[in-house]
């Protein structure tokens, strides 16, 4: 390894860059490469409380600073992620493998249009008044909690990251926000662009493992309010602990997300738009990959053959080439897990792998953490593929006959964050959509979330909503109840 090619970052407490204390580091790797490029800071528990002790210091000034003044800092962000864009969508290719041209410069415009949009909710944070009587005001003030703890995964790293920071600074909270330690570079780099614009320690960001600074940053006393994205089991064990302190907790986790397809479709319509739900592109490291693909049982075969002519066309390979539409999975660690699953699958007799399969052992994908894309058709239940989260290039299909059966095995599943249904009918696809129990649930498109949506997930998939006025004001803030009577008290009025 040479070590004149790694690039040292630090991380960024009350305004300043700083080592962790014990000045450890977590070396970051270029998955499509299995090459060490950079470092980061190891942070642990006496780096959290010094965040926090900064956050909370800054909190005292920014609680109170006018919509006007927050909605023009936040601006200032927006531009600089737009002039920035680029870079960071290069970072992200960089350290998480996903394709530049198909996903992260994508991510980047992504995140400097939600921190525009954020940017101008700045005059939204309205109490409601009752009217009891003449002689009383009774309103409620939406007021920030204080501390914001949040803890972000590695598959969309910007995106995420503003999801946390622009609601609760814009509603008047400061944050300490823990990079994922496998894509910890971009999080970093946009901490830099809030900290140009921005009081020191009201957005704190910090590197380190989950065990060590995102556990001691979700439990620390100073910190009421936790936002989690990641996946269900961690998200499971930061509820458990928020529960002993009584923190206020929103978590957006894990899917499984089925895909229905209805027997009137076009064809080349919906075998793109299938491809693009199972996020192939994203080498299926989505929480919304519709990775349970059910097609009803008179198209199924012309469906199949479609779906993995395309497929068989798609483009894997190095994250920045231009011409692929697919990179890498993330690490050592993702790439033994999914290899696994299709192990697994592979084994169950009869045969049911139709596309793709184990990663390639010998070649140029084998130089980096690559799989093609797989499709599994009929998998026995007892697979786990076919209700487990992979987060792999991996579809698991299905036929269906009747309506009934395929809402019933459609919800016969722990998560419900999304779902898709392909149909040209309108009333049966709308009487499907309302049936699934899913979060989010799109009818003929295969993504296309939207600034201003309500996104979440229900069942395992989660708690609270991000991405809109709704979600910011229902995530970041209180409701303080004001009585006021306003009778003279015995006093002659003048
Ligand atoms: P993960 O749960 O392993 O890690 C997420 C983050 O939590 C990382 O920063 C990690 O360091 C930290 N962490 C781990 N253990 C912790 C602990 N005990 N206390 C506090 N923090 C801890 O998830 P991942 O592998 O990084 O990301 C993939 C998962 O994220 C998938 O399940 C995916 O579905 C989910 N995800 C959900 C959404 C959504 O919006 N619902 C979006 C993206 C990803």
């Known amino acids: 390894m040479d070590a004149s090619a790694i690039t040292t970052y630090q991380m960024l407490i009350d305004g300043q860059w700083v080592d962790s204390c014990a000045s450890e580091w977590i070396d970051v790797e270029n998955p499509a490469k299995k090459t060490v490029f950079a470092r980061v800071p190891r942070a642990r528990a006496a780096d959290v409380n010094l965040a926090v002790a900064a956050a909370g210091r800054a909190f005292k000034g920014w609680k109170n600073t ?8 936040l601006h200032k962000i927006a531009d600089s992620l737009e002039q920035n864009k680029e870079k960071l969508a290069r970072l992200i290719s960089l350290e998480n493998g996903n394709a530049l041209r198909t996903q992260s410069r994508g991510e980047a415009e992504l995140t400097a249009n939600i921190m525009r949009y954020i940017a101008g909710l700045a005059r939204e944070l309205k109490g409601k008044s009752t009217y009891l009587s003449a002689e009383n005001l009774d309103y409620t003030r939406r007021e920030p909690y204080g501390v914001v703890g949040a803890v972000v995964p590695w598959n969309a790293p910007l995106l995420l990251a503003c999801l946390k920071i622009g609601p609760a600074i814009m509603t008047g909270n400061t944050i300490v926000l823990k990079a994922s330690e496998e894509a910890p570079l971009a999080v970093l780099e946009f901490g830099r662009i809030c900290n140009e614009h921005l009081p020191p320690g009201v957005v704190n960001v910090l590197s380190g493992t989950g065990l060590e600074c995102g556990a001691p940053l979700v439990e620390h006393p100073d910190v009421p309010k936790v936002s989690f994205t990641g996946s269900t089991a961690v998200g499971r064990s930061i509820l458990a602990a928020a529960s002993n302190r009584i923190a206020a907790v929103t978590l957006e986790l894990g899917g499984k997300s089925a895909q229905i397809v209805f027997p009137d479709v076009d064809l080349d319509y919906t075998t793109d738009g299938v491809m693009t739900a199972m996020r192939f592109s994203r080498q299926g490291q989505s929480c919304t ?24 066309k798609m483009r894997v390979g190095d994250p920045l080439d231009e011409a692929n539409d697919a990179g890498s999975v993330v690490n050592a660690k993702q790439f033994e897990r999914v290899s696994a699953y299709i192990r697994e699958a592979i084994e169950c007799r009869p045969s049911s792998l139709i596309l ?19 499709v599994f058709l009929n998998l026995p239940p007892e697979a786990r593929m076919t209700h487990e989260e992979v987060f792999g290039p ?11 059966d395929v809402v019933a095995r459609a919800n016969d599943s722990n998560y419900g964050l999304a779902a898709f249904i392909w149909s040209r009918a309108g009333a049966p696809a709308l009487r499907m959509a309302h049936a699934i129990e899913a979060g989010w649930v799109m009818v003929n498109q295969g993504g296309g979330q939207q600034i201003g949506h309500s996104y979440g997930g229900i069942k395992h998939s989660g708690l609270g909503r991000e991405f809109s006025l709704e979600g910011m004001i229902e995530s970041y803030t209180e409701v303080k109840q004001i009585s006021v009577n306003l009778g003279d008290h015995g006093f002659p009025r003048l």
Do not use: N
Request: proline residues 6%; glycine residues 10%.
């Open 356 to 374: 793709g399969g184990l990663p390639p052992a010998t070649g140029p994908l084998s130089e980096g953490y690559f799989f093609e894309p797989t």
């Open 394 to 404: 991996v579809l698991s299909v299905t036929t269906w006959r009747t309506e009934e």
């Open 66 to 73: 006018s919509a006007a003044d927050r909605g023009r800092m």
């Open 289 to 312: 990959a519709g990775s349970r693909l059910f097609v009803h049982e008179s198209i199924a075969d012309k469906f199949l053959d479609m779906l993995t002519t395309k497929l068989k």
